[in-house]
């Protein structure tokens, strides 16, 4: 389960990555001096580094088997996590939030990302909890 984790998260990473760069390419640093989107940069930041953070943890988890560093990762994740349905539920509430960069995402690529989140999040639980003997 660990490594159909690794998968997951890194199908999950490269449609992030994709979405980052419409909203960079759309002018999502630009429209933040002018406050046209609801997207704070620190927030659209922190949500990769901390996801890309809990994948190194995962990964080394993978290699060594220490629980710790499952339970670390899966920490990491929750926060990533909800920085990202933060991000998701001002980004769904249509032309009141998503009125810059933002409006360019396309449907499919937000619901592939949050499913393959989601999917993460819940093997990434189930495969510490199942480490911990719980």
């Known amino acids: 389960m660990g490594l159909v984790a690794i998968v997951t998260w890194l199908i999950t990473a490269m449609v992030g990555i994709y979405l980052l760069y419409l909203w960079i390419s759309g002018g999502g640093l630009r429209q933040q001096a002018t406050k046209v989107t609801r997207f704070p940069t620190l927030l659209i930041f922190a949500h990769p580094v901390l996801a890309v953070s809990a994948l190194l943890c995962w990964v080394t988890y993978v290699l060594t088997s220490e629980r710790v560093l499952a339970w670390l990762s899966f ?6 996590a909800l920085l990202g349905f933060t991000m998701f539920t001002r980004w769904l509430g249509g032309g009141r939030h998503a009125r810059g960069a933002e409006q360019r995402f396309p449907m499919i690529a937000v619901l592939l990302h949050g499913a393959a989140g989601l999917t993460t999040f819940v093997l990434v639980l189930l495969t510490a909890a199942v480490a911990s003997g719980a």
């Open 75 to 80: 920490g990491v994740l929750a926060t990533s």
